[in-house]
């Protein structure tokens, strides 16, 4: 399994959690990505690996949307990206909070 955690965030501010990896067509198809507050869970989707929407490009890269969270105040917001019967590789490169797209394109 692999984690982000990311900490000292603004309780009640929202984040949009956003990530990016190497496309290729031996990914994974279906893989669970987790998003909890502490250790509540927030989120839970399935990723394909094997595509990447290019919601935004940052420094030349390409990311996907994944959606809004509001963390709790002392809490840490904390994505999981988990294998389990995911057929084909699992690409964990990298996830980052934007709190103001309105600055990439």
Not at 7 to 19: C, H, I, M
Not at 48 to 66: N, S, V
Not at 98 to 104: A, K, N
Request: aromatic letters at 6%; charged letters at 15%; proline letters at 2%.
């Amino acid at each position: 399994m692999a984690s982000w955690t990311f900490g000292g965030l603004e309780a009640g501010k929202e984040y949009q959690v956003v990530a990016t990896w190497l496309v290729d067509p031996g990914n994974t198809a279906s893989v669970t990505l987790r998003m909890l507050d502490g250790t509540t869970v927030l989120s839970t989707q399935q990723l394909d690996q094997t595509e990447l929407d290019a919601d935004l490009t940052i420094h030349g890269h390409a990311w996907q949307r994944l959606g809004i969270v509001t963390v709790s105040a002392d809490n840490d917001l904390v994505v999981e990206l988990d294998p389990t019967g995911a057929t084909g590789l699992v690409v964990a490169d990298a996830v980052r909070l934007v709190t103001d797209t309105t600055q990439y394109t």
